[in-house]
């Protein structure tokens, strides 16, 4: 049986993911109990509104990367939510 290194190593980030990731404030997203995420009113995403919505991962694509991927490896240990 082969050994299944998806969940061995981190994941390392995307250059999408890693502009995205410059692109977002953490102070800008709160993290659901159910782990998805919302985002405040007036929040934007480099020019684009992005106020006001809750996804989770899969859900939002912005430019190549997962916004719910993305604020969980940068955001989630100073976001903690209910």
Do not use: Y
Not at 57 to 74: H, Q
């Amino acid at each position: 049986m082969p050994a299944d290194f998806t969940h061995a190593q981190p994941k390392r980030p995307t250059a999408s993911e890693d502009i995205l990731a410059s692109k977002i404030e953490c102070q800008d997203f709160q993290k659901d109990s159910d782990g998805k995420w919302t985002s405040n009113p007036n929040t934007k995403i480099g020019k684009m509104n992005f106020s006001t919505h809750t996804f989770g991962v899969g859900e939002v694509d912005i430019g190549g990367a997962d916004l719910a991927a993305v604020l969980n490896r940068k955001c989630s240990s100073l976001n903690k939510g209910p």
